[in-house]
Antibody, heavy 116, light 112 residues
Framework: QVQLVESGGGLVKPGGSLRLSCAASGFTFSDYYMSWIRQAPGKGLEWVSYISSSGSTMYYVDSVKGRFTISRDNAKNSLYLQMNSLRAEDTAVYYC?????????WGQGTLVTVSS | QPVLTQSSSASASLGSSVKLTCTLS???????IAWHQQQPGKAPRYLMK???????NKGSGVPDRFSGSSSGADRYLTISNLQFEDEADYYCETWDRNTLVVFGGGTKLTVL
């Protein structure tokens, strides 16, 4: 069965960095676009980024452009989100999802808290 | 760019039916959407993709009580024979090559 397991969340100070990972299993990872979607505490869902199946094309929501980088390692069936220059408003649960849009599978999420 | 509008809340009695609405903005009435369910404290769960024609494709394990339909710019999620476990937030989502992925604000469903 399809499984997506995120890791790497935690508490980080404003301006700091964090790298999230998503381990995929149960499907041919290299066939699918993948995405990151986040949810701030008590708020709705917000798409963050998605990446093409080969990793050659990436898209981002405007609020994270220049600060976040999505990547993948198809040999390791893994998706990543490198987050730099973190701000308080980046505090959220971050979900990995398949595929890039209209996802049919979601991970359980990892919490990122940006606070001094 | 597409905007998805959802009512903030809805309620219905145990065992009854409820119809949730997601409205696409002008000029985007043909767009395909997805419905996702998020039970309290849990990750979202994909329910279905829904086309403008009313044709829908449900996710694995989604009960038959969940169905979709469309009328113009409106996309509906109908839940029949409501159960307490259906109490959740429901989000619609669409995609556009220019604006990429867009979510509606979500509807909080209360089962009375």
């Amino acid at each position: 069965q399809v499984q997506l397991v995120e890791s790497g969340g935690g508490l980080v100070k404003p301006g700091g960095s964090l790298r999230l990972s998503c381990a995929a299993s149960g499907f041919t990872f290299s066939d699918y676009y993948m995405s990151w979607i986040r949810q701030a505490p008590g708020k709705g869902l917000e798409w963050v980024s998605y990446i093409s199946s080969s990793g050659s094309t990436m898209y981002y929501v405007d609020s994270v452009k220049g600060r976040f980088t999505i990547s993948r390692d198809n040999a390791k069936n893994s998706l990543y989100l490198q987050m730099n220059s973190l701000r308080a408003e980046d505090t959220a649960v971050y979900y990995c999802a398949r595929p890039g849009w209209l996802p049919d599978y979601w991970g359980q999420g990892t919490l990122v808290t940006v606070s001094s | 760019q597409p905007v998805l509008t959802q009512s903030s809340s809805a309620s219905a009695s145990l065992g009854s039916s409820v119809k949730l609405t997601c409205t696409l903005s002008r000029g985007h009435s043909s767009y395909i959407i997805a419905w996702h369910q998020q039970q309290p404290g849990k990750a979202p769960r994909y329910l279905m993709k829904l086309e403008g024609s009313g044709s829908y494709n449900k996710g694995s394990g989604v009960p038959d009580r969940f169905s979709g339909s469309s009328s113009g710019a409106d996309r509906y999620l109908t839940i029949s024979n409501l159960q307490f476990e259906d109490e959740a937030d429901y989000y619609c989502e669409t995609w556009d090559r220019n604006t990429l992925v867009v979510f509606g604000g979500g509807t909080k469903l209360t089962v009375l």
